[in-house]
């Protein structure tokens, strides 16, 4: 599975936009973009995830750029509940459903 | 109830002791996995079966074993537990991706945390 690289911490306003970015340089095309996110020490949960596409469901926004090899979460309206550690993942899930999570992005949103 | 339990929450043990983390799912998911997330790193993956036969070593395996008595059972032992050992230990399960819509997503339990002095 591509390795990702994400920013350590990332802050933003209550009510704005929370742009996330991930860069996959090295992702192949049978390799599907994940996001999870971590409150607190709870266990993860799912958010999107895409393949090539751009998605978009109840929680957020996914954006994968043409050549693939960066995406960026959006979350519309950040709450202070969405401060969290957000994790971008990269995976080939037809060989094997075994995604491993790097350290992720800590996002803070305040008042 | 939670779709992923796991028992027990929290645990204080002592080195060399015998330890078993329980890891139970009514996802009916075939794919069940441990990983274990020490302070301020990611998660780390420990073993993974895709089905009842079926038990796959992680990038951390050494120092563990695992048992899948059944679809729905899970468990995580450490036969002699050390000190570096202490993390926070999840269990987590997630369907064939791709079919009827499914996201291949894990869902995860609350947690399992272990320490070992």
């Known amino acids: 599975d591509a390795k990702t690289t994400q920013p350590t911490s990332m802050d933003c306003a209550e009510g704005r936009a929370a742009n996330l970015p991930c860069n996959h340089s090295?992702?192949?095309?049978?390799?599907?973009v994940y996001w999870y996110r971590q409150i607190h020490s709870q266990g993860p949960q799912y958010i999107i995830h895409g393949l090539k596409n751009n998605e978009t469901n109840e929680m957020a926004s996914l954006i994968i750029t043409e050549d693939r090899k960066s995406s960026t979460l959006i979350l519309p309206h950040a709450t202070l509940r969405d401060t969290a550690v957000y994790y971008c993942?990269?995976?080939?899930?037809?060989?094997?459903?075994?995604?491993?999570f790097g350290t992720g992005t800590q996002l803070k949103v305040e008042l | 109830d939670a779709d992923v339990t796991q028992t027990p929450r929290n645990r204080i043990t002592k080195t060399g002791k015998r330890i078993m983390l329980e890891c139970s799912q009514t996802k009916g998911h075939d794919r069940m996995y441990w990983y274990r997330q020490d302070p301020g790193l990611g998660l780390r993956l420990i073993y993974y079966?895709?089905?009842?036969?079926?038990?796959n070593k992680g990038e951390i395996s050494d120092g563990y074993s695992v048992s899948r008595q059944a679809q729905a059972k899970f468990s995580l032992s450490l036969e002699s537990a050390i000190p570096n050992q202490t993390a926070l230990y999840f269990c987590?399960?997630?369907?064939?991706?791709?079919?009827?819509?499914?996201?291949?997503?894990?869902?995860f339990g609350e947690g399992s945390r272990l320490t070992v002095l």
């Open positions: 079966s895709f089905d009842v036969k079926d038990i």
């Open positions: 090295t992702i192949s095309g049978n390799e599907y």
């Open positions: 987590a399960t997630s369907d064939l991706p791709g079919t009827s819509g499914r996201t291949g997503e894990l869902f």
């Open positions: 993942i990269v995976h080939f899930t037809g060989g094997g459903n075994k995604l491993t």
